[in-house]
């Protein structure tokens, strides 16, 4: 009987050791150091480094919002009109395409800040006209990305 107990005591003894060894704690703080690793390094490479890389985020955000109605390249007017070369373009300007007479009446020049402010609310820069369905562009970051596009040489 006391021999039975004695050894109860040791297998206790050597799972306390076992748990003291290698706690819960020290286990999850591991799995969750790890965690934020693979969080952390494939973030280094996105961050924008140059020019080439900014261009390029700008472009997904223009094909995400802006591409199912406009190209970039001269000529290939689509729903909307093509964007080729746009700042610095006359609003409403291009001769083969049939824009609203709001848009065609507007009487500026496109440049970054009136793009900016167009993208987010077309309706405030040029009331009535007919770029529609567009929801608007809202975080000031993404219409700031397809401006770059917009205004990088691979569009002009
Ligand atoms: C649902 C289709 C659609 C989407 C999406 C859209 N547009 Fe348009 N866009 C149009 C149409 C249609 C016009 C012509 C409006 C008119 O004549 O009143 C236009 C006109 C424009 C013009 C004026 C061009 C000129 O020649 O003066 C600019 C600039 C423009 N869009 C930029 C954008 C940008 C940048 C995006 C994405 C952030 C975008 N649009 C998304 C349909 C769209």
Redesign the pocket.
């Known amino acids: 009987m006391a021999r039975h107990l004695a050894g109860t005591n040791r297998r206790d003894r050597a799972f306390n050791r076992q748990e003291h060894l290698c706690p819960r704690t020290a286990i999850s703080g591991l799995v969750c150091t790890t965690f934020l690793v693979l969080l952390g390094f494939p973030a280094v490479p996105q961050e924008p480094a140059g020019k080439g890389a900014d261009t390029e985020s700008g472009q997904q955000t223009?094909n995400n919002?802006?591409r199912?109605?406009?190209t970039t390249k001269e000529g290939d007017n689509r729903?909307?009109?093509n964007?080729h070369n746009?700042i610095g373009?006359k609003?409403?300007?291009?001769q083969n395409?049939g824009?609203?007479s709001?848009?065609k009446g507007a009487d500026f020049v496109?440049d970054k800040e009136k793009?900016d402010r167009?993208?987010a609310k077309p309706d405030e820069v040029?009331p009535g006209?007919?770029?529609?369905?567009?929801g608007g562009?809202t975080p000031a970051e993404d219409r700031a990305k397809?401006i770059v596009f917009?205004e990088s040489p691979t569009t002009n």
Request: some cysteine; hydrophobic content about 50%.
């Open positions: 223009f919002a802006c199912t109605c406009h729903l909307g009109p964007l746009i373009r609003a409403g300007s291009l395409y824009y609203s709001a848009m496109w793009l167009f993208i040029v006209n007919n770029m529609k369905p567009y562009l397809v917009l």
